[in-house]
Each structure stands twice: as structure tokens, then as C-alpha cells.
């Protein structure tokens, strides 16, 4: 599952993508990125994602469906504008990757 990090003001934000199954659609998380042990001095990976507290879900197989956000946090969360602002850009981004896949699908299936 690829994901992608973002500091702010000495914080750690990571964004995952993966596919959720029950939803038909691609879930796009947003949470504090946690420290990782580095397995050696040269790793380019410092942190990881943590447990998620926004999830966009972008449906793929049906381009009339919304994407919508969950906020799973048992606490009060504050988000910083700007990782907001981050995190909505990737999701704006899936949401364009899976409604070009849905049209080229459509095409190939009207040859």
C-alpha cells in the first residue's frame, strides 16, 4: 500500500491508498505518521502511517457516486489547514485517476 508524507510545522502527516473492498471503493487516509526504526543509518524512511483519523472514500466503479469523508478519531483531533489543504489535493487526485480508469473502461467496453 503506497503512501506519501508531509511535514508541518515538526510534524509528521502521512497519506495511504489502498482499495476497500466492502466500500467499492479506494480509501484515502490521512493520519499522524509515526517514527520508524530505520534498518540502517542510510533509510529513507523515517516515518510511517499511523492509525487513520480521515478517510476519503473514492467509489470507482460508478462515476455518479460522491467520495465522501469519515473521521475515525475517538478523541478531538486538530488539523492543520495546510495538511487538510494537502490532503484534499490527494484526494481530488484520486478521484480524477478513477474517473479517467472508469472512461477508458467504458470506451473499451463499447468497441
Avoid at 472514500?57 to 486538530?78: A, I
Avoid at 479517467?100 to 473499451?108: G, L, P, S
Wanted: a negative charge; one cysteine or more; hydrophobic letters at 40%.
Amino acid at each position: 500500500m503506497p503512501w506519501e508524507l508531509h511535514e508541518h510545522l515538526g510534524r509528521h502527516y502521512a497519506v495511504l491508498f489502498h482499495y476497500a473492498l466492502p466500500d467499492d471503493a479506494w480509501a484515502v487516509e490521512l493520519s499522524e505518521a509515526v517514527p520508524t526504526a530505520a534498518e540502517s543509518p542510510d533509510s529513507a524512511v523515517t516515518h510511517s502511517p499511523g492509525p487513520a483519523f480521515l478517510v476519503a472514500l473514492v467509489p470507482d466503479e460508478d462515476p455518479n457516486l460522491q467520495p465522501t469523508v469519515r473521521m475515525w478519531s475517538p478523541d478531538e483531533r486538530v488539523v492543520p489547514y495546510e495538511v487538510m489543504r494537502w490532503f484534499m489535493r490527494q484526494v481530488a487526485d484520486q478521484v480524477e485517476r478513477c474517473r479517467i480508469a472508469f472512461e477508458q473502461e467504458r470506451r473499451e467496453a463499447a468497441k
